[in-house]
Protein backbone atom coordinates (compact mmCIF):
# COMPACT_ATOMS: atom_id res chain seq x y z
CA UNK A 1 0.00 0.00 0.00
CA UNK A 2 1.75 3.45 -1.28
CA UNK A 3 0.08 5.81 0.66
CA UNK A 4 0.21 9.95 0.01
CA UNK A 5 1.52 11.76 3.92
CA UNK A 6 -0.80 14.02 5.42
CA UNK A 7 1.37 16.69 4.45
CA UNK A 8 0.79 16.14 1.12
CA UNK A 9 -2.47 16.40 0.74
CA UNK A 10 -3.00 19.97 -0.57
CA UNK A 11 -3.29 21.80 2.44
CA UNK A 12 0.01 23.39 4.30
CA UNK A 13 1.74 21.65 7.07
CA UNK A 14 5.23 22.53 7.72
CA UNK A 15 7.39 19.79 8.37
CA UNK A 16 8.84 20.77 11.69
CA UNK A 17 5.10 21.08 12.77
CA UNK A 18 2.95 17.65 14.25
CA UNK A 19 -0.44 17.76 12.31
CA UNK A 20 -3.40 19.34 14.14
CA UNK A 21 -7.12 17.84 13.70
CA UNK A 22 -9.04 20.21 16.20
CA UNK A 23 -12.43 21.49 16.68
CA UNK A 24 -15.85 19.94 18.57
CA UNK A 25 -16.97 16.20 19.41
CA UNK A 26 -20.76 17.43 18.09
CA UNK A 27 -21.90 20.54 15.62
CA UNK A 28 -24.33 21.62 18.10
CA UNK A 29 -24.91 25.20 16.59
CA UNK A 30 -23.89 27.07 13.88
CA UNK A 31 -22.84 29.84 16.04
CA UNK A 32 -21.05 27.00 18.44
CA UNK A 33 -19.30 25.22 15.39
CA UNK A 34 -17.95 28.20 14.40
CA UNK A 35 -16.65 29.27 17.08
CA UNK A 36 -15.01 26.25 18.30
CA UNK A 37 -13.74 25.60 14.50
CA UNK A 38 -12.64 29.61 14.44
CA UNK A 39 -10.81 28.86 17.76
CA UNK A 40 -9.15 25.62 16.83
CA UNK A 41 -7.88 26.91 14.06
CA UNK A 42 -6.64 30.28 15.69
CA UNK A 43 -4.54 27.77 18.19
CA UNK A 44 -3.13 26.21 14.92
CA UNK A 45 -4.80 23.39 13.60
CA UNK A 46 -4.32 22.31 10.65
CA UNK A 47 -7.89 20.71 9.83
CA UNK A 48 -11.39 21.05 11.26
CA UNK A 49 -13.37 18.45 13.04
CA UNK A 50 -16.85 18.43 14.12
CA UNK A 51 -19.71 15.38 14.62
CA UNK A 52 -23.05 15.77 12.54
CA UNK A 53 -24.00 12.35 13.28
CA UNK A 54 -22.82 10.55 16.58
CA UNK A 55 -22.42 6.97 17.05
CA UNK A 56 -23.63 6.93 20.77
CA UNK A 57 -24.13 4.13 22.86
CA UNK A 58 -27.49 4.59 24.62
CA UNK A 59 -30.08 5.60 22.28
CA UNK A 60 -31.34 8.78 24.70
CA UNK A 61 -28.02 10.50 24.30
CA UNK A 62 -27.39 13.21 21.27
CA UNK A 63 -27.39 12.09 18.18
CA UNK A 64 -25.85 15.09 16.38
CA UNK A 65 -28.06 17.72 14.13
CA UNK A 66 -27.44 15.38 11.17
CA UNK A 67 -27.78 17.18 7.62
CA UNK A 68 -28.54 20.19 8.34
CA UNK A 69 -25.11 20.93 10.42
CA UNK A 70 -23.61 20.39 7.03
CA UNK A 71 -23.25 23.45 6.08
CA UNK A 72 -22.19 24.79 9.36
CA UNK A 73 -18.85 23.03 9.37
CA UNK A 74 -18.31 23.64 5.83
CA UNK A 75 -18.81 27.79 6.34
CA UNK A 76 -16.56 27.22 9.40
CA UNK A 77 -13.75 25.58 7.45
CA UNK A 78 -14.21 28.53 4.87
CA UNK A 79 -14.08 30.98 6.85
CA UNK A 80 -11.39 29.51 8.68
CA UNK A 81 -8.94 29.33 5.81
CA UNK A 82 -8.77 25.04 6.58
CA UNK A 83 -10.19 22.23 5.11
CA UNK A 84 -12.82 20.09 7.37
CA UNK A 85 -13.38 16.54 8.22
CA UNK A 86 -16.43 14.81 9.67
CA UNK A 87 -17.24 11.23 10.51
CA UNK A 88 -19.14 9.16 7.94
CA UNK A 89 -20.61 5.92 8.75
CA UNK A 90 -22.34 4.97 5.53
CA UNK A 91 -22.65 5.51 1.79
CA UNK A 92 -25.20 8.25 2.49
CA UNK A 93 -23.08 9.78 4.75
CA UNK A 94 -20.52 10.13 2.36
CA UNK A 95 -22.84 11.29 -0.38
CA UNK A 96 -23.92 14.18 1.71
CA UNK A 97 -20.86 15.04 2.95
CA UNK A 98 -19.18 14.93 -0.44
CA UNK A 99 -22.39 17.24 -1.91
CA UNK A 100 -21.85 19.51 0.84
CA UNK A 101 -18.06 20.50 0.01
CA UNK A 102 -16.55 18.62 3.17
CA UNK A 103 -12.95 18.09 2.84
CA UNK A 104 -11.76 15.02 4.48
CA UNK A 105 -13.83 11.83 5.16
CA UNK A 106 -13.64 10.39 8.59
CA UNK A 107 -14.49 6.60 9.65
CA UNK A 108 -15.43 5.83 13.38
CA UNK A 109 -14.35 2.97 15.68
CA UNK A 110 -17.30 1.61 15.63
CA UNK A 111 -17.66 1.75 11.77
CA UNK A 112 -14.06 0.42 11.31
CA UNK A 113 -15.23 -2.48 13.46
CA UNK A 114 -17.61 -3.30 11.16
CA UNK A 115 -16.66 -4.66 7.81
CA UNK A 116 -20.01 -4.44 5.98
CA UNK A 117 -19.95 -0.58 6.81
CA UNK A 118 -16.18 0.00 5.61
CA UNK A 119 -16.96 -2.11 2.50
CA UNK A 120 -20.16 0.35 1.74
CA UNK A 121 -18.30 3.26 2.38
CA UNK A 122 -15.38 1.77 0.28
CA UNK A 123 -17.77 1.03 -2.78
CA UNK A 124 -19.32 4.64 -2.68
CA UNK A 125 -15.43 6.08 -2.83
CA UNK A 126 -14.59 3.83 -5.77
CA UNK A 127 -13.71 6.34 -8.27
CA UNK A 128 -13.93 9.19 -5.81
CA UNK A 129 -10.71 11.58 -4.83
CA UNK A 130 -11.07 12.53 -0.85
CA UNK A 131 -8.90 12.29 1.61
CA UNK A 132 -10.23 9.50 4.29
CA UNK A 133 -8.77 9.01 8.00
CA UNK A 134 -9.26 5.62 9.66
CA UNK A 135 -10.10 5.68 13.30
CA UNK A 136 -8.79 1.96 15.18
CA UNK A 137 -11.77 -0.10 16.00
CA UNK A 138 -13.32 -0.14 19.39
CA UNK A 139 -11.86 -3.83 19.92
CA UNK A 140 -7.90 -4.22 19.87
CA UNK A 141 -7.89 -6.31 16.94
CA UNK A 142 -5.17 -4.79 14.33
CA UNK A 143 -5.79 -6.56 11.60
CA UNK A 144 -9.25 -5.45 11.60
CA UNK A 145 -7.88 -1.71 11.04
CA UNK A 146 -5.44 -2.78 8.93
CA UNK A 147 -8.37 -4.88 6.88
CA UNK A 148 -10.00 -1.45 6.97
CA UNK A 149 -7.25 0.53 5.62
CA UNK A 150 -6.92 -1.66 2.80
CA UNK A 151 -11.09 -2.00 1.60
CA UNK A 152 -10.46 1.74 1.28
CA UNK A 153 -7.06 1.93 -0.63
CA UNK A 154 -8.44 -0.81 -2.88
CA UNK A 155 -11.11 2.02 -3.93
CA UNK A 156 -8.24 4.28 -5.32
CA UNK A 157 -8.01 6.53 -2.16
CA UNK A 158 -4.12 6.94 -1.70
CA UNK A 159 -4.74 9.78 0.52
CA UNK A 160 -5.18 7.54 3.44
CA UNK A 161 -4.35 8.41 7.80
CA UNK A 162 -4.76 6.78 10.64
CA UNK A 163 -6.14 7.98 14.43
CA UNK A 164 -5.12 5.94 17.15
CA UNK A 165 -8.01 6.61 20.05
CA UNK A 166 -7.19 3.77 22.33
CA UNK A 167 -9.70 0.73 23.17
CA UNK A 168 -12.92 -0.04 24.58
CA UNK A 169 -12.69 -1.74 27.81
CA UNK A 170 -15.42 -3.05 30.58
CA UNK A 171 -14.83 -0.96 33.56
CA UNK A 172 -12.09 1.68 31.98
CA UNK A 173 -9.46 2.52 34.70
CA UNK A 174 -7.45 6.51 34.28
CA UNK A 175 -8.34 5.84 30.30
CA UNK A 176 -11.55 5.55 29.08
CA UNK A 177 -10.09 3.71 26.00
CA UNK A 178 -7.40 1.34 27.21
CA UNK A 179 -3.90 3.19 24.45
CA UNK A 180 -2.36 0.17 23.95
CA UNK A 181 0.02 1.81 22.28
CA UNK A 182 2.04 -1.58 20.68
CA UNK A 183 -0.82 -1.90 18.37
CA UNK A 184 -0.69 1.14 16.30
CA UNK A 185 3.42 0.81 16.98
CA UNK A 186 2.82 -2.47 14.93
CA UNK A 187 0.44 -0.92 12.44
CA UNK A 188 3.83 1.54 11.36
CA UNK A 189 5.82 -1.34 11.22
CA UNK A 190 3.80 -3.13 8.45
CA UNK A 191 2.70 0.09 7.10
CA UNK A 192 5.48 2.63 6.81
CA UNK A 193 4.04 5.10 4.39
CA UNK A 194 1.02 5.30 6.68
CA UNK A 195 0.81 8.93 8.20
CA UNK A 196 -0.53 7.79 12.33
CA UNK A 197 -2.67 10.47 14.28
CA UNK A 198 -3.14 10.03 17.95
CA UNK A 199 -6.77 11.24 19.37
CA UNK A 200 -5.75 12.11 23.53
CA UNK A 201 -9.16 13.16 23.57
CA UNK A 202 -10.92 9.96 23.30
CA UNK A 203 -8.11 7.87 25.12
CA UNK A 204 -8.22 9.72 28.05
CA UNK A 205 -11.50 10.88 28.63
CA UNK A 206 -10.33 13.70 30.39
CA UNK A 207 -9.17 16.91 29.80
CA UNK A 208 -6.61 17.22 32.20
CA UNK A 209 -4.74 14.32 30.72
CA UNK A 210 -4.71 14.91 26.78
CA UNK A 211 -1.31 17.06 26.80
CA UNK A 212 0.31 13.09 28.60
CA UNK A 213 -1.41 11.67 25.90
CA UNK A 214 -0.15 14.28 23.33
CA UNK A 215 3.87 14.19 24.83
CA UNK A 216 3.49 10.51 24.53
CA UNK A 217 2.27 10.75 20.93
CA UNK A 218 5.09 12.72 20.06
CA UNK A 219 7.82 10.58 21.85
CA UNK A 220 6.49 7.64 20.15
CA UNK A 221 7.02 9.22 17.02
CA UNK A 222 3.63 9.98 15.36
CA UNK A 223 2.75 12.10 13.20
CA UNK A 224 -0.25 14.42 15.04
CA UNK A 225 -2.87 14.52 17.04
CA UNK A 226 -6.96 14.85 16.77
CA UNK A 227 -8.36 16.79 20.05
CA UNK A 228 -11.76 18.00 21.12
CA UNK A 229 -12.18 21.63 21.11
CA UNK A 230 -15.19 23.43 22.15
CA UNK A 231 -15.93 27.10 23.12
CA UNK A 232 -18.11 25.91 26.03
CA UNK A 233 -16.50 22.61 26.61
CA UNK A 234 -18.21 22.19 30.31
CA UNK A 235 -21.84 22.38 28.27
CA UNK A 236 -20.99 20.46 25.36
CA UNK A 237 -24.02 18.06 24.34
CA UNK A 238 -21.22 15.27 24.30
CA UNK A 239 -18.03 14.38 25.34
CA UNK A 240 -17.90 17.48 27.89
CA UNK A 241 -15.45 16.01 30.10
CA UNK A 242 -12.70 15.49 27.34
CA UNK A 243 -12.68 18.41 25.33
CA UNK A 244 -10.67 21.91 25.63
CA UNK A 245 -11.12 25.48 24.98
CA UNK A 246 -9.43 26.52 22.59
CA UNK A 247 -7.40 28.97 24.82
CA UNK A 248 -6.54 25.66 26.66
CA UNK A 249 -5.98 24.27 23.48
CA UNK A 250 -2.96 26.61 22.76
CA UNK A 251 -2.00 25.88 26.80
CA UNK A 252 -1.76 22.12 25.84
CA UNK A 253 0.33 22.53 22.71
CA UNK A 254 2.46 24.74 24.30
CA UNK A 255 4.14 22.68 27.17
CA UNK A 256 4.23 19.95 24.47
CA UNK A 257 8.43 18.82 23.91
CA UNK A 258 8.97 18.07 20.32
CA UNK A 259 11.29 16.05 20.19
CA UNK A 260 12.88 14.06 17.09
CA UNK A 261 13.41 10.78 15.97
CA UNK A 262 17.32 11.44 14.87
CA UNK A 263 19.85 13.95 15.24
CA UNK A 264 23.38 14.47 13.58
CA UNK A 265 24.85 15.71 16.67
CA UNK A 266 28.34 13.78 16.81
CA UNK A 267 28.59 13.06 20.14
CA UNK A 268 24.84 12.28 21.21
CA UNK A 269 25.35 9.85 18.11
CA UNK A 270 28.54 8.47 19.61
CA UNK A 271 26.93 7.70 23.25
CA UNK A 272 23.49 6.38 21.76
CA UNK A 273 25.86 3.90 19.76
CA UNK A 274 27.74 2.95 22.96
CA UNK A 275 24.60 2.48 24.62
CA UNK A 276 22.82 0.29 22.25
CA UNK A 277 26.16 -1.38 21.86
CA UNK A 278 25.30 -2.87 25.47
CA UNK A 279 21.75 -3.72 24.40
CA UNK A 280 22.57 -5.51 21.76
CA UNK A 281 24.95 -7.55 23.61
CA UNK A 282 22.53 -8.14 26.37
CA UNK A 283 19.48 -9.22 24.27
CA UNK A 284 22.02 -11.53 22.69
CA UNK A 285 22.65 -12.96 26.09
CA UNK A 286 19.21 -12.83 27.34
CA UNK A 287 18.36 -15.14 24.02
CA UNK A 288 20.92 -17.33 24.64
CA UNK A 289 20.33 -17.92 28.56
CA UNK A 290 16.75 -18.57 27.18
CA UNK A 291 17.97 -21.02 25.14
CA UNK A 292 19.92 -22.87 27.67
CA UNK A 293 16.97 -22.69 30.48
CA UNK A 294 14.91 -24.51 27.56
CA UNK A 295 17.90 -27.23 27.23
CA UNK A 296 17.30 -28.24 30.46
CA UNK A 297 13.42 -28.10 30.27
CA UNK A 298 13.70 -30.34 27.46
CA UNK A 299 16.08 -32.70 30.08
CA UNK A 300 13.45 -32.37 32.53
CA UNK A 301 11.10 -33.72 30.26
CA UNK A 302 12.91 -36.99 29.25
CA UNK A 303 12.79 -37.30 32.74
CA UNK A 304 9.26 -36.99 33.46
CA UNK A 305 8.18 -39.34 30.27
CA UNK A 306 10.43 -42.44 31.92
CA UNK A 307 9.04 -41.51 35.09
CA UNK A 308 5.39 -41.03 33.94
CA UNK A 309 4.88 -38.44 35.54
CA UNK A 310 2.98 -35.19 34.80
CA UNK A 311 4.92 -31.83 32.85
CA UNK A 312 2.86 -29.58 35.11
CA UNK A 313 3.03 -29.73 39.23
CA UNK A 314 0.51 -27.10 40.38
CA UNK A 315 2.20 -26.81 43.27
CA UNK A 316 5.75 -25.97 42.08
CA UNK A 317 4.41 -23.52 39.41
CA UNK A 318 2.38 -21.75 41.92
CA UNK A 319 5.51 -21.42 44.39
CA UNK A 320 8.03 -20.53 41.78
CA UNK A 321 5.58 -17.83 39.84
CA UNK A 322 5.01 -15.42 42.79
CA UNK A 323 8.79 -15.58 43.50
CA UNK A 324 10.14 -14.75 40.34
CA UNK A 325 7.80 -12.23 39.73
CA UNK A 326 8.88 -10.46 42.65
CA UNK A 327 12.33 -11.18 41.75
CA UNK A 328 12.19 -9.62 38.51
CA UNK A 329 9.86 -6.83 40.05
CA UNK A 330 12.93 -6.44 42.59
CA UNK A 331 15.35 -6.22 39.41
CA UNK A 332 13.04 -2.74 38.18
CA UNK A 333 10.91 -4.42 35.63
CA UNK A 334 6.81 -3.19 36.19
CA UNK A 335 5.00 -5.85 37.39
CA UNK A 336 2.89 -6.45 34.37
CA UNK A 337 5.88 -7.15 32.15
CA UNK A 338 7.17 -9.40 34.78
CA UNK A 339 4.40 -11.23 34.89
CA UNK A 340 3.85 -11.60 31.44
CA UNK A 341 7.49 -12.57 31.14
CA UNK A 342 7.34 -15.28 34.06
CA UNK A 343 4.13 -17.00 32.37
CA UNK A 344 5.43 -16.42 28.98
CA UNK A 345 8.84 -18.53 29.71
CA UNK A 346 6.77 -21.27 31.34
CA UNK A 347 3.92 -21.32 28.92
CA UNK A 348 7.62 -22.20 26.41
CA UNK A 349 8.68 -25.06 29.13
CA UNK A 350 5.47 -26.40 29.04
CA UNK A 351 5.14 -26.09 24.96
CA UNK A 352 9.02 -27.48 24.80
CA UNK A 353 8.39 -30.59 27.32
CA UNK A 354 5.00 -31.57 25.48
CA UNK A 355 7.13 -32.07 22.80
CA UNK A 356 9.33 -34.20 24.28
CA UNK A 357 6.20 -36.36 26.07
CA UNK A 358 4.43 -36.66 22.92
CA UNK A 359 5.72 -38.84 19.72
CA UNK A 360 5.13 -36.32 17.22
CA UNK A 361 6.38 -32.67 19.07
CA UNK A 362 5.57 -30.91 15.59
CA UNK A 363 1.75 -31.51 16.43
CA UNK A 364 1.92 -30.94 20.55
CA UNK A 365 3.85 -27.25 19.36
CA UNK A 366 0.82 -26.11 16.95
CA UNK A 367 -1.66 -27.47 19.32
CA UNK A 368 -0.53 -25.60 22.72
CA UNK A 369 0.70 -22.53 20.94
CA UNK A 370 -2.55 -22.09 19.99
CA UNK A 371 -3.53 -21.49 23.30
CA UNK A 372 -3.14 -18.71 24.63
CA UNK A 373 -0.44 -17.65 27.14
CA UNK A 374 -2.58 -16.44 29.68
CA UNK A 375 -4.57 -19.80 29.87
CA UNK A 376 -1.50 -21.70 31.54
CA UNK A 377 -1.23 -20.45 35.52
C1 LIG B 1 -15.46 11.28 17.77
O1 LIG B 1 -14.35 11.52 17.27
O2 LIG B 1 -16.22 12.15 18.21
C2 LIG B 1 -15.87 9.86 17.91
C3 LIG B 1 -17.12 9.48 18.00
O3 LIG B 1 -14.80 9.08 17.98
P1 LIG B 1 -14.62 7.46 18.06
O4 LIG B 1 -15.08 6.93 16.76
O5 LIG B 1 -13.14 7.40 18.25
O6 LIG B 1 -15.38 6.98 19.25
MN1 LIG C 1 -16.26 12.77 20.81
Known sequence: MQLIPIRDWGWTIRPDEHILVAGPCSAETEEQTLASCLGAAQQGAHILRAGIWKPRTRPDAFPGVGE?????????????????????????????????????????????????????????????????????????????????????????????????????????????????????IELRRQLPSLDILVDPSHITGNRSLIGYIAQHAIDLDFNGFMIETHIHPESAWSDAAQQLTPVDLGRTLAGLVHRRPSVDDPEFLANLEALRYDIDNLDQEIIRSLGQRMEVSREIGYFKRDNEVTILQMNRWSNIYESRVQTAIRAGLSETFARDLIQAIHNESIRQQGGVMQSDPGLINQVSSAVPDREVS
Open 68 to 184: EALPWIVEAGRTAGKPVTIEVASARHVELALKAGVDILWIGARSTANPFTVQEIADVLRGVDVPVLIKNPVNPDLDLWIGALERIAMSGISRLGAIFRGFSVYKPGIYRNAPMWELP
